[in-house]
């Protein structure tokens, strides 16, 4: 199916990251991100939101792109994980198709699949199979090709053998991700301060970016690679192989003159299938500082 690793861990209660959750939403480093409280027991335990659940199949997809360096004449940066079509549904039709060929080989078995869009703590699950260990950056970094994947899981009521050997943590006395951070959103091991994050700001928040941070948002209109980009590890990334996750060179070849030019009806055509339909024309526009 194109997956680069896959690993299996048995459905329940995840008890560390319970607590951390819970302190983390406590602080409100969530920002405007209400969803994140919702659904709090389903996020700690795939049962309650997959009923009759024993297994967690994570999955890792990559979107590492052939040419790292296509970045808008330079004043317009987008996310690598926003260059072509929308993951959600990329992943997703994969999952199901899975899904559907594991029914075919073992029998009636029922399940989920998930990528990114529901309460269900992708990173937490796919390093407790030992897909990887969370960064200081709270990304999951694998050993052999970074952190510029996507996870994806299958949530069924198929009983496997788990992956019960977690990988070891290799960031060691490394801090480039923590220096790097232009708005000092990584508070420390695996904390990241929500409401400070450039991601945060370009996608989630829906008011004005606080005035505070519009000489550290460094050109980004979607997302950020800064704290991925600097890592040691994503020198082992190699290029994916997914056509659909292709440059969109309509969207990476505007600059910010067009970019303020543009109009609504232009801008839904070349963000057809792309993650960029949602921050919308008006989020990009605030992004860059273009409202006029």
Sequence with gaps: MGFSFCGISKAGFLEQEAPRLENW????????????ANYFDMRVDPRILVPGAKTVVSLLYNYYPKDKNIYNNGDVKIAKYAWGEDYHK???????????????????????????SAPVLDRAWAAKSGLGWIGKNSMLINKSIGSYF????????????????????????CTACID????DAILSLQIIDGSKCISYFTIELKGEIPKAYHDKM????FGCDICQDVCP???????HHEPKFEPNK????????????????VFNIITEKSP?????????KRNLGLRT
């Design 90 to 116: 990329v992943v997703k039709s994969k999952l199901k198709t899975m899904l559907k060929l594991l029914k075919e080989q073992i029998g009636d078995i029922s399940g989920r699949a998930f990528v990114d």
């Design 25 to 36: 939403l406590t602080q409100n480093l969530n920002g405007e991100m209400g969803y994140m």
């Design 150 to 173: 996507f996870i994806a899981e299958l949530i069924i009521d198929l009983e496997l053998i788990p992956d019960i050997i977690p990988a070891k943590d290799h960031c060691g006395t």
């Design 250 to 265: 309509n969207i990476l070849n505007m600059d910010k003159k067009e970019w303020l030019e543009i109009t609504e009806d």
């Design 218 to 221: 460094e050109g980004w209109a």
């Design 233 to 239: 590890w994503n020198k082992f990334s190699q290029p």
């Design 276 to 284: 960029l339909q949602r921050t919308k024309l008006t989020g990009m």
């Design 180 to 183: 790097a951070c232009p708005t």
